[in-house]
């Protein structure tokens, strides 16, 4: 059974300071490990994903993930919010790419103060 | 970049009747495609996947009468809410599967609200 814990619901941070969106998982197999970004009222925009090969993962808007295995951990980090940062963040884990196959997080609201 | 999109993005519509929602791979093929449901502020639901040419595969809880899912070609998939209620109302969001590259791809989902 796989599953996938994001330890915080909501995270505020002042534009301009990092970010920290913690996700940790549970697999038996080796896994493939997402996260996606959802902005009010719109569809899930993939960010990155690890797929067993370099474990620190760039993603897209200045994001990136570091898949530690011994911690079974897959924070997602940014430097310097932007307001435009504002957002649900979803952590998922798959042990393929199929749709059927994925457990979603229970999402991280990240806001972001001026 | 492949696009997935959905329509309507919005409906309303009353007790009783029932709402079609469109989900189509825009320059892609996707022989799967998955209907999610999202409640508010809650994560992401999968109710079923829907298979090109053969039935949708529903998740336990999810009544099949109620959410009909058609896959009638390899770019369009249809979620059917037959006899809405008011607990119907909610984000759908459909995702679609590359057949070439097998790579996963989300639409920008459709808000039911049945009043």
């Known amino acids: 059974a796989q599953s996938v814990t994001q330890l915080d619901s909501h995270v505020s941070v002042s534009e301009g300071t990092p970010v920290l969106l913690r996700c940790n998982y549970s697999?038996?197999?080796?896994?493939?490990l997402f996260w996606y970004v959802q902005h009010p009222n719109k569809g899930l925009q993939l960010l990155l994903k690890y797929t067993s090969a370099a474990t620190l993962v760039k993603g897209i808007n200045g994001f990136e993930a570091e898949f530690k295995k011994s911690e079974t951990s897959f924070h997602l980090t940014k430097p310097s919010a932007h307001m435009s940062d504002a957002a649900e963040y979803f952590c998922?884990?798959?042990?393929?790419?199929?749709?059927?196959?994925?457990?979603f997080g229970g999402g991280t609201r990240l806001m972001v103060k001026p | 970049g492949a696009v997935v999109s959905q329509h309507p993005s919005w409906v309303i519509c009353k007790s009783g009747t029932s709402v079609k929602i469109e989900c189509r791979s825009l320059d892609f093929q996707a022989t799967t495609m998955f209907w999610y449901r999202q409640f508010p502020k809650q994560s992401l639901m999968l109710m079923a996947t829907s298979n090109e040419g053969s039935k949708a595969t529903y998740e336990q809880g999810v009544e099949k009468d109620k959410f009909l899912i058609n896959h009638a070609s390899l770019t369009l998939s249809t979620l059917t809410v037959t006899s809405a209620h008011p607990e119907d109302s909610s984000f759908y969001i459909c995702s679609a599967r590359d057949r070439d590259t097998g790579e996963l791809f989300f639409g920008e989902g459709s808000r039911l609200t049945v009043l």
């Open positions: 998922v884990v798959s042990y393929n790419n199929a749709g059927n196959m994925l457990t």
């Open positions: 697999s038996s197999y080796s896994p493939s």
